[in-house]
């Protein structure tokens, strides 16, 4: 290889290491997650990014974690005071994440149901879906916070 198609090659990579820092910033996912967080809270679903609600909503849901979405997510109160500041914390970053949408729901809110107007009402309720709230059945990467459309796979 020579000097120049080195140097090229360089190049490219750095392109593309800073279009992927940007990406995971502009989705508000680039956040490390609290280890306490990912051990809560990742257990019946992914560990949803801070970012995609706004603290008001994050509160709320830690408000009431008896009744979780029609299950018990209940948590020792040490545990909830530092979940609930960690996503205060990190909350609303995504795409100005500011409306609380409806039911403290990611799946309500005006982003994200504009970034999923492809998906068709049927699509969401396959058995290998169930509903929208299941992020890694098409974001392989969701767990890592990488939600790149380039990445998205719907299952059959
Ligand atoms: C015992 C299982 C369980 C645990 C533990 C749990 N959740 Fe959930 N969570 C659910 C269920 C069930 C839903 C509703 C999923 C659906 O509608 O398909 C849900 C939905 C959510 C949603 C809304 C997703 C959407 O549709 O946009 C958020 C946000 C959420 N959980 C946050 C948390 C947080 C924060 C914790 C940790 C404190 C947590 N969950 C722990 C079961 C759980
Ligand atoms: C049924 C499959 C499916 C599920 C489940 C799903 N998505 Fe998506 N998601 C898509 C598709 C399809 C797109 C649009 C891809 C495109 O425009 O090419 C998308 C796009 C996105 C984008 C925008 C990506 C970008 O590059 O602009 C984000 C962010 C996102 N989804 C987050 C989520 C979150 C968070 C959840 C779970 C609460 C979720 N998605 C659940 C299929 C899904």
Same mark, same amino acid.
């Given at each position: ?5 080195? =140097?090229?090659?360089?190049? =490219? ?6 279009? +992927? ?16 967080? @990912?051990? $809560? ?21 830690? +408000? ?5 979405? +029609? ?46 107007? @492809? ?29 790149? $459309? ?7």
């Amino acid at each position: 290889m020579n000097s120049s198609n080195f =140097v090229s090659r360089a190049l =490219v990579g750095l392109m593309f290491l800073s279009t +992927g820092l940007a990406f995971a910033e502009s989705r508000g996912s680039s956040v490390p997650l609290l280890p306490k967080y @990912e051990q $809560e809270c990742a257990a019946c679903h992914v560990a949803y990014p801070a970012g995609m609600l706004p603290a008001r909503s994050w509160q709320r849901l830690m +408000g009431n974690l008896t009744s979780h979405f +029609g299950t018990d997510a209940s948590l020792d109160e040490a545990s909830v005071r530092e979940i609930d500041s960690w996503l205060s914390a990190n909350a609303g970053t995504f795409r100005r994440v500011s409306a609380e949408p409806p039911q403290d729901r990611i799946t309500t809110s005006a982003w994200f149901v504009r970034q999923h107007h @492809e998906v068709q009402a049927s699509v969401w309720k396959r058995a290998s879906i169930g509903s929208a709230s299941n992020c890694a059945a098409c974001h392989g990467g969701a767990a890592k916070g990488d939600f790149n $459309e380039d990445h998205v796979r719907i299952p059959r």
